[in-house]
């Protein structure tokens, strides 16, 4: 079970998500969106195949 910390941690991570696609829409709109949601998806992918693994294996 994740700690508060860890729910915490990842809750802020999607609200800066969130606040980042807010200001793309702000500044352009759907294609900006687009562009923003490529970005972020690479930056997600970067973060979930990364060598070595964040978390140690047990």
Do not use: H, W
């Not at 709109?29 to 997600?44: H, N, S, T």
């Amino acid at each position: 079970m994740p700690s508060e910390k860890e729910l915490n941690v990842n809750l802020l991570d999607k609200l800066d998500l969130i606040e980042r696609l807010e200001m793309a829409d702000s500044e352009g709109g759907y294609e900006k969106i687009k562009q923003q949601l490529a970005f972020e998806k690479k930056c997600i992918e970067r973060k979930l195949y990364q060598k070595p693994p964040i978390t140690e294996m047990k």
